[in-house]
T-cell receptor, first 113, second 113 residues
Framework: ETGVTQTPRHLVMGMTNKKSLKCEQHLGHNAMYWYKQSAKKPLELMFVYNFKEQTENNSVPSRFSPECPNSSHLFLHLHTLQPEDSALYLC????????????FGPGTRLTVL | DQQVKQNSPSLSVQEGRISILNCDYTNSMFDYFLWYKKYPAEGPTFLISISSIKDKNEDGRFTVFLNKSAKHLSLHIVPSQPGDSAVYFCAASAFQGAQKLVFGQGTRLTINP
């Protein structure tokens, strides 16, 4: 595997379900990110992790819970989501520090019924 | 309030001609700008970047121009090829929040044979 991978690619869940999204990067980076892209909206940054520590939470509701066990893996735990949370969730990684391009995974298309 | 705007949702260009994609920003603290390209069912792919100390950066067929006084940047693709058909996103960050990329809504570029 190369680059940034995400599983599952598609997920349909009910509002009472608990599910997790997984991201893995094979680029040797130390920073990882979660983004959300809703229909007809720009990508929105959700969380940033540097060296496994969360350094940014962009006012994300607590029903989204990230976890970063090591620099290569990032999870997004989902519980009691709302239909408006349906979106494309993208993971990215980069070197830490400024002016480093972020490399994106293919995303998970989430539908909340 | 959207800090990065791509006012053209779509652009159609003939193969071999120049494609010009535009992006405007409002935050004067932004000092690093990137262009990403996205194909369907894939994550965004980094194309080219520019720091605010420059006004032009070139990489093969891709050139990015930055006009700081107008808070405007543009991506030129010449010559345009059918494989360039994709959605193009402009993104910006400020040194103080260097890992917080703010994205535009994207412009769908179609290259016609």
């Amino acid at each position: 595997e190369t680059g940034v991978t995400q599983t599952p690619r598609h997920l349909v869940m009910g509002m009472t379900n608990k599910k997790s999204l997984k991201c893995e990067q094979h680029l040797g980076h130390n920073a990882m990110y979660w983004y959300k892209q809703s229909a007809k909206k720009p990508l929105e940054l959700m969380f940033v992790y540097n060296f496994k520590e969360q350094t940014e939470n962009n006012s994300v509701p607590s029903r989204f819970s990230p976890e970063c066990p090591n620099s290569s893996h990032l999870f997004l735990h989902l519980h009691t989501l709302q239909p408006e949370d349906s979106a494309l969730y993208l993971c990215a990684s980069s070197q830490t520090g400024p002016n480093n391009e972020q490399f994106f995974g293919p995303g998970t298309r989430l539908t909340v019924l | 309030d959207q800090q990065v705007k791509q006012n053209s949702p779509s652009l159609s260009v003939q193969e071999g001609r120049i494609s010009i994609l535009n992006c405007d920003y409002t935050n004067s603290m932004f000092d690093y700008f990137l262009w990403y390209k996205k194909y369907p069912a894939e994550g965004p792919t980094f194309l080219i970047s520019i720091s605010s100390i420059k006004d032009k950066n070139e990489d093969g067929r891709f050139t990015v121009f930055l006009n700081k006084s107008a808070k405007h940047l543009s991506l030129h693709i010449v010559p345009s090829q059918p494989g360039d058909s994709a959605v193009y996103f402009c993104a910006a960050s400020a040194f103080q929040g260097a890992q917080k990329l703010v994205f535009g809504q994207g412009t769908r570029l179609t290259i016609n044979p």
